[in-house]
Every structure is written in C-alpha cells, then in structure tokens.
C-alpha cells in the first residue's frame, strides 16, 4: 500500500499553473514535501514561496519535459533532497485548437513531444527509483477527450489517447508489484491552458461546459497517492461524457460532440501561446472561464438538437452515465 500522503514525496511536472500548481498546494498543504517543475524557473519559485509561507516544504527544479537529460535532473534533485520518489505526476500540457487541414505537423509533432513521450520520460525517470524502492505510485493526468477526441482538438486527443496504450501496457508489466499507475480524466478545468494554447482561428479556444474548480481535479490527485486506480474521472460531466463515449452508438456521439463543437469556440483575440516557449505572465491557478455563462449549453437543449427526445433516448444517455459512474468509482 502507499504510504499516507504526510510521509509521501511527490513530483509534479507542469506546476507553475493550472492544475499541477493547485496540486502541489494542495498535496503538501497535506504534509507532503513537493517536488515542483516546469519550463519557467520564476514560477516555480514563487510557489515554493507560497507553500513555504503555508508551513509546506517544496523544492523547485525547472525543467522541459522534451528534455530527457533534464527529466532525469529533476529525480536526481528530488532524491538528493528527499531520498525517495513515493508518486510523480505527470502533469505538463499544451494545446492547439483548429482544423485538421490547418495543423501543421510540425505542431502536431509538438502536442505529441510535450502531452505523450514528454509523460512517458516521466514516468520511465519515476520508475527507476521506484522499482528500487519495490513501491510508489505513478499519476497520469489525461483528459476526456483521451477516452473520445474532441473537434478542434485533434492534436490534444491524438496525444491524450495515446497515454491510454501505453499505461495499460505499463500495468500489466509491473503487475505483482507495489508500484501503481494510475489515469486520471478531468473534464474541462478552469486554468490557463485555454488562454496560453495556440489558436488556429486565430482566437483562444474555449472551455465547452461545465467548467470544474482545480481545487477538486487537486483532491482527486491526493486521492490516488494513496488510494490508486487505473481509471478515475470527476464531476457530473466527467461521468456522462466518459458514459457517452462509452457505451452510445458512435454516430449519436458525433453528434453530440458536433452539437457542443460551437461552445468550444469564443471571440477573445490570440495574442500569444505557450507551445514552443512558456509566456512571461503571472502564474496562476485559475483563469476565470467557471464565471462566463454557457446559454444554450443545456440537458434540455442537447435533447432538443439530438435524436434523444425519446423516452428510451433519454434513459440510455443516463444509464450510460451512471453505469460508467459506478464502474470507475468501483475500479482498483
């Protein structure tokens, strides 16, 4: 079994916002000594001020998670300092919004490098370590659109999706052993990533509704450092997209997501993205999106504009739901 989280080492890639910073307050608010990294050194200095004033203990190391050789730095720092590596989150993500035809494949080349073989070098620099040790736990924070790819986010689903292959086959290679890998599916958060990801429509893509707090996607990975499962979601709409995609017939998903396509686009100019270098702003958590209304973005609606006006339509989309509810919450 893990060990409780007071006791725990923990590294987190992409802390310097988003998620990942809200983690590493959260984990070592909890008594976890943190071991925090990203591109931007400033960043991450200011958050080990913040944890450090909140009576937390936390060590920065930037570094990119392309770079192997820097990976492989940041478990050196945290074993130099600590002496163990209990979970490792792999966290770091950037993104693209637009049509296939107006990606390029150097930018598709890019999502992959950061989103999946960036997760990857993570996850190899956590194990070694790790199978020393004979335990920890491995936490890969994807996406509901790994388990569906989402219109205008093909890059971002290709390299999400992919994070599926290569952790079922990781555990089933260290099946016996105490090392868990655990693959979390937020749906959509209120962070920066919208507002630093390259905009192909040349404005910044929109979160599609409803839009959850960090601070829960932050307890769910607290959660599995100590209670780890293959498969965890959150949230009502975590659920019935995950239900969706699952179990309706595909071309009733389409068209959902071709429906919902519309909420994911929004007038606010592109003036700037993270995805070949990292933006000089002011790190932060959240980015304000959970304040912006959603008209139209309704059960009512999605019923209305979809083959689901019937009683029978109805009832699988919440069977759906709640079946996939009941076999995530119960997987371990």
Known sequence: MPRPLAEQVVVITGASSGIGRCAAQHLAARGARVVVTARRADALDSL???????????????????????????????????GRIDSWVNNASVYIQG??????????????????????????????????????????????MGRRGAPWASAYSAAKAGIDGFCEALRVELWGKEIHVATFYPPTVDTPIYHNARGKFGTVPKPPPPVEDPAAAARIIAELAVNPRPVRTFGAFGYLYLGITALLPTR????????????MLSDIPDTGDNLDRPLDEVPSIRAGWAQVGWKGFTLGEIMRVLPLETAAGA??????????????????
Request: aromatic share 4%; charged share 25%; net charge neutral.
């Open 315 to 332: 009832a699988a989309l919440g069977f759906a739901a709640g079946r996939v509810a009941r076999r995530l919450r119960g997987a371990g």
């Open 252 to 263: 009733l998903t389409d068209a959902f997501l071709h429906h919902a396509s519309g909420f």
């Open 48 to 82: 080990v001020r913040e944890i450090e004033a909140a009576g937390g203990v936390a060590l920065a190391v930037p570094a990119d998670v392309t770079r192997e050789e820097e990976l492989q730095a940041v478990a050196r720092a945290a074993l130099e300092r600590f």
């Open 99 to 144: 049509r296939v035809a107006d990606i390029t494949l150097e930018e598709y080349r890019r999502i992959l490098d950061v989103n999946l073989l960036g997760l990857i070098s993570g996850t190899k620099c956590a194990l070694e370590p790790m199978l020393r040790q004979g335990s920890g736990v491995i936490i890969q924070v994807s996406s509901i």
